[in-house]
């Protein structure tokens, strides 16, 4: 079975613009350790489009012209304390609402409550078995195995208190995305196939 082929077969119909190419924006909201980092790189290489993840802090720096330094540590205080800087969020919303006037993958931001009035976004939240997560934190975010779970629950309330102040909605209300997906029930690849069949038809 040729899965690239069946991959362009499945993104032909309302999903292509004239010049044949897809047309989606996809936001990824996910929890910490889940690997949805790793199914949007995947997913960017299948659709053939651009992923904002890490290259958002650059973009950021940019628009409110801070130093990417400066910017760098501002990103990492959202998983160490509960700080929120305005100044950033605006310049984050500025960059997004430019991203997706073009198909494209972005990751985490609040994004999906940012291009909630976007008629062409798909809203996915990526989560994960407990022990999957752990594994992953250790395996690639350095985290200590001993001290894992409470580490990943403390960055994940980090997330939400930040999703609920600039959003006002809260991060794992189910109405707010599209689709939920267990990583490790559907494996990176499985979970990534499943993505593309739910844009193809949404």
């Known amino acids: 079975m040729d899965k690239k082929k069946d991959t362009e077969n499945i993104l032909i119909g309302n999903n292509v613009n004239e010049n044949g190419n897809f047309n989606k924006i996809i936001t990824i909201s996910r929890e910490y350790g889940s690997g949805g980092r790793f199914v949007a790189k995947v997913l960017g290489e299948k659709l053939g489009i651009k992923v904002y993840d890490a290259e958002l802090i650059r973009l950021t720096s940019k628009e409110t012209g801070f130093s990417l330094d400066y910017v760098q540590k501002n990103d990492q205080l959202k998983n160490n304390y509960y700080e929120n800087d305005d100044r950033m969020f605006i310049a984050d919303k500025n960059v997004i609402k430019k991203l997706a006037k073009n198909p494209c993958i972005i990751v985490g931001r609040c994004a999906d409550y940012i291009l909630s009035d976007h008629k062409n976004v798909v809203k996915i939240f990526l989560y ?75």
Do not use: P, Q
């Open 128 to 202: 994960s078995d407990e022990k999957g997560k752990m594994n992953r934190a250790v395996k690639y975010y350095g985290l200590n195995k001993n001290n894992a779970r409470k580490e990943i629950t403390r960055i994940n309330k980090m997330h939400a208190k930040h999703y609920k102040y600039y959003t006002n909605r809260e991060w794992m209300d189910l109405s707010n995305y599209d689709a939920l997906f267990n990583v490790d029930k559907f494996g990176i690849d499985g979970t990534v196939e499943i993505i593309i069949k739910l844009v193809s038809e949404k």
